[in-house]
Every structure is written in structure tokens, then in C-alpha cells.
């Protein structure tokens, strides 16, 4: 079964530093999103992309974040000058349609990455 | 307002149990409704999706929508020691176009 992959799987930066996550989506879906867990807390939404473009953003993905699609697979997460509050697992999800979205019979559920485990020390 | 919420838990069940597993949302617009398991570490894994009032079954696992009360919930039959994980509720709020909001998940041990 196809998987979105992720690298790497933990990352250790210093605080202000610059750190880009990587994700390959499955290769014949259209929407990208990143999401982020803190150790403890819930599955937060940070952002969606379609067609080169960001499709929705929460109130974390501030400037300090961007994504990119720099090519035909890959997917990016860069975060600028980190803190020690960005430590979290960040999740690559896509989906062939619109997340969530149900008609008739194409249904569009999220598949997940394995995650990156950023440190920020 | 929460967007979606569960109870934390933890759950516990004996093993061959059922365990029942609630969410409720805000949006009433909503159309789109999930569950994943996660185990400690790992990314959330679907379980099921459910879009019409009603139950939807999918081996042991069975979901119930019910968008007037805006009430979802889960039901794994025959609980085994293998499906102690946490469960997470997720919803497509009718004001998204693609983003789907999870709740904080319900946390379940089944005791062998």
C-alpha cells in the first residue's frame, strides 16, 4: 500500500537555528498538509497545500514557517530560527481530494507519515 | 468553544469487552468524521470514516453519527490487548475547504 515517508525521523537543532522537514506524499495525491504534536497534546493542524499554494494556514503558522514543493514528490516544512516551543512531532499527511471530503463514493481521509521528532535545544 | 472533544481517559476494559469511545463537535455543519488510533510514538492510523447519521461497521469496529446531537462515537467489539492505544476523533468542519481538526484523543488500556 502506498505510504507518505518522511525524513528524518528525529531531528536535534539549536535553538535559532533553521531546520527543513521532509516529506514524499503518495504519489497520486494532490493535497499536502503538515500537522504537529507536542508531547502530550492534541494533533494540531498547521497547514494545507494544493496546486502550489497554501490552502489554509492555522494561527501557529506564523512567518517563521513556510512550506514548499520544490519539486514533483517532495514536500517541505521549513521552520526559521526555531525555539524551544517549535519541539514537537511534526506530521506530513495527504490526500488524493480535499481533506475530508465525501461524495458519493470518494471519500478523502488524511494519510499520515511516520513523523519527525524535532529537538530544539 | 472547543472545535472537537473527548474525554482523556484513561479508558480501561477487560479484554473481550466492548469499549465504547465518545467525541462531540461544535461545528454543526460538519459533514466529515473520522477515527484514528495512534500508539505512543507513532502517526495517526485510520480506523474508520463516517459521513451519514447512523452506524457504519468495519470488522470489530463499528461508528455512529449522530449529527443532531453532534455526537460520533466508536465501539470496538472484543477488545483485545492489541487495541490499547489512543483513539482520536477528527472532523471536517463545514468552514474548511481541507482542514480536518482532531480532539485530544481518549486513551484506552485493555486489561488482558
Known amino acids: 500500500e502506498p505510504e507518505v515517508t518522511q525524513t528524518p525521523s528525529h531531528q536535534v537543532t539549536q535553538m535559532g537555528q533553521e531546520v527543513i522537514l521532509r516529506c514524499v506524499p503518495i504519489s497520486n495525491h494532490l493535497y499536502f498538509y503538515w500537522y504537529r504534536q507536542i508531547l502530550g497534546q492534541k494533533v494540531e493542524f498547521l497547514v494545507s497545500?494544493?496546486?502550489?499554494?497554501?490552502?489554509?494556514k492555522s494561527e501557529i503558522f506564523d512567518d517563521q514557517f513556510s512550506v514548499e514543493r520544490p519539486d514533483g514528490s517532495n514536500f517541505t516544512l521549513k521552520i526559521r530560527s526555531t525555539k524551544l516551543e517549535d519541539s514537537a512531532m511534526y506530521f506530513c499527511?495527504?490526500?488524493?481530494?480535499?481533506?475530508?471530503?465525501?461524495?458519493?463514493?470518494?471519500?478523502?481521509?488524511?494519510?499520515f507519515g511516520n513523523g519527525t521528532r524535532l529537538t530544539v535545544t | 468553544q472547543k472545535e472537537v472533544e473527548q474525554n482523556s481517559g484513561p479508558l480501561s476494559v477487560p479484554e473481550g469487552a466492548i469499549a465504547s469511545l465518545n467525541c462531540t463537535y461544535s461545528d454543526r455543519g460538519s459533514q466529515s468524521f473520522f477515527w484514528y488510533r495512534q500508539y505512543s510514538g507513532k502517526s495517526p492510523e485510520l480506523i474508520m470514516s463516517i459521513y451519514s447519521n447512523g452506524d457504519k461497521e468495519d470488522g470489530r469496529f463499528t461508528a455512529q453519527l449522530n449529527k443532531a446531537s453532534q455526537y460520533v462515537s466508536l465501539l470496538i467489539r472484543d477488545s483485545q490487548p492489541s487495541d490499547s492505544a489512543t483513539y482520536l476523533c477528527?472532523?471536517?468542519?463545514?468552514?474548511?475547504?481541507?482542514?480536518?481538526?482532531f480532539g485530544p484523543g481518549t486513551s484506552l488500556s485493555v486489561i488482558p
Open positions: 499527511a495527504s490526500s488524493l481530494y480535499p481533506g475530508g471530503f465525501s461524495v458519493s463514493s470518494y471519500n478523502s481521509p488524511l494519510h
Open positions: 497545500f494544493y496546486n502550489n499554494e497554501i490552502s489554509e
Open positions: 477528527a472532523v471536517k468542519p463545514k468552514t474548511s475547504y481541507d482542514k480536518v481538526i
